[in-house]
């Protein structure tokens, strides 16, 4: 069974989870700058089309990961945060150092994964 975290740990996770953020923030501007309409030079066209899709999903990615790390930062403001969305045991400091924006548990996420076929 997994501990509470301590304000030392949750100082930790913070740093980390606003590091992410502002990398996921400086990812996504230089994709949308890659976004601009491409020429129309026949040669390159087809190449530039399929970067520019690669770059919209890699924005639409990030953007939903900054959404986890926002739910994360209001959850450590609200006091629920480090604890299983679904079960509500804490979860390790050891996941949540891994990946600071979870929500579930390992056995949580397992059982998720499992259900909707990622496993």
Request: with cysteine; proline share 4%; glycine share 6%.
């Amino acid at each position: 069974m997994s501990q509470p975290l301590t304000s030392a740990q949750r100082d930790e996770l913070k740093a980390l989870l606003l590091k992410r953020r502002e990398e996921l923030q400086l990812e996504m501007q230089q994709n949308r700058e890659n976004l601009t309409p491409p020429t129309s030079d026949e040669g390159g066209m087809v190449q530039r089309n399929v970067t520019r899709e690669v770059d919209q999903t890699l924005t639409d990615l990030d953007a939903t990961d900054i959404t986890r790390i926002d739910r994360a930062l209001k959850a450590m403001a609200d006091g629920s945060y480090g604890q299983c969305s679904e079960c509500g045991c804490d979860i390790p400091f050891e996941r949540l150092q891994i990946e600071p924006q979870t929500e579930h548990c390992v056995a949580c996420k397992g059982r998720r994964e499992e259900a909707s076929g990622q496993v």
